[in-house]
């Protein structure tokens, strides 16, 4: 089993997530300063999927997990074609989880269903992401090459409303269309870095 870590980039990584990044030994794929951060993601699986990885991680710079943590969502036995698995961060007002889940119980793992997660913390299997790969469009940029549109946001109906799919969710949404279920972790609680001026 290969792994491999996607790291969207504004302007920097956080120094602790960058000694995780390098106690944890898995090799780690960057895209810097993209105002477009869709297509940064879109543009980062498109590239794992050429690195031949077996599970993709999605780790956002500002997010701040030790390399044991890294390495239990690299490993974690949920993530298959079937399955999808996101840690869980705290939102940057820090009032709620960057995650969607209806109320109950986690099963014995820890682990329960989700309906949609942010992309901070995030594995997905090469399966599920072929499957999803095969339903989209290629497209071409000259500074990126070519890449498939996996977090590229749209609008649809749920539940007999209008839904707008940004980044994270149209992912999602994409791989459960796919076959793939989503499931949050809750043992699996890491940091989210926020500047907070006072």
């Not at 996101?86 to 820090?94: H, K, M, N, P």
Request: proline share 6%; net charge negative; hydrophobic share 45%.
């Amino acid at each position: 089993m290969t792994a491999l870590v996607t790291l969207p980039v504004r302007d920097h990584i956080n120094a602790p997530l960058r000694s995780a990044l390098s106690a944890c030994r898995l090799p780690w794929l960057p895209i810097y300063g993209s105002s477009d951060l869709p297509q940064a993601r879109s543009v980062l699986l498109t590239q794992a999927l050429e690195h031949g990885a077996d599970r993709i991680l999605c780790i956002d710079a500002d997010i701040v997990p030790t390399a044991e943590q890294i390495l239990r969502l690299a490993h974690h036995p949920r993530v298959d074609a079937g399955g999808a698995v996101t840690g869980l961060y705290a939102l940057r007002s820090g009032e709620a989880w960057a995650c969607t889940a209806p109320d109950g119980e986690p099963e014995a793992d820890g682990c329960r269903l989700a309906e949609y997660a942010g992309l901070g913390f995030a594995c997905v299997s090469r399966a599920s992401l072929l499957a999803v790969r095969d339903s989209l469009p290629r497209l071409e940029d000259a500074k990126a090459g070519h890449w498939w549109p996996f977090c590229v946001p749209f609008v649809a109906e749920r539940s007999g409303r209008l839904e707008y799919c940004a980044d994270d969710v149209s992912l999602w949404r994409r791989l459960e269309g796919a076959g793939t279920r989503l499931w949050a972790d809750t043992t699996l609680v890491v940091g989210h870095q926020a500047l907070v001026v006072l």
